[in-house]
Nanobody, 123 residues
Framework: QVQLVESGGDSVQPGGSLRLSCVAS????????MGWFRQAPGKERERVGC????????VHADSVKGRFTISRDNAKNTLYLQMNSLKSEDTGTYYC????????????????WGRGTQVTVSS
């Protein structure tokens, strides 16, 4: 099983940018599909986007399309989330998850989760 540690969360003004990172450790990290999920206060957790072992991404939240980009660097065992044009509704805790089963990941049933990193967008 892999272990995941997120970083990069911060407080920014609307329109700003952030890049989140998730470092994975363990065996065969490159064989894991990975994804970003977020949870806003008082709301259910939602998928932001997932990326498979081949680097093909799927963004699930319509609200982030065109603004957020997911990528991975298998040489560094790191998953990234580039967030541009941030809005107040992007505020929340962002979690990294990984699973060798794509559907488990997409369904938020991944067997590996990080502890999250806080993103606050406010003027």
């Amino acid at each position: 099983q892999v272990q995941l540690v997120e970083s990069g969360g911060d407080s920014v003004q609307p329109g700003g940018s952030l890049r989140l990172s998730c470092v994975a450790s363990g065996y065969y990290v490159s064989t894991y599909n990975m994804g970003w999920f977020r949870q806003a206060p008082g709301k259910e957790r939602e998928r932001v986007g997932c990326i498979n072992t081949y680097g093909i991404t799927t963004v699930h939240a319509d609200s982030v399309k065109g603004r957020f980009t997911i990528s991975r660097d298998n040489a560094k065992n790191t998953l990234y989330l580039q967030m541009n044009s941030l809005k107040s509704e992007d505020t929340g805790t962002y979690y990294c998850a990984a699973d060798q089963d794509w559907m488990r990941l997409v369904r938020q049933q991944a067997r590996a989760w990080g502890r999250g990193t806080q993103v606050t967008v406010s003027s």
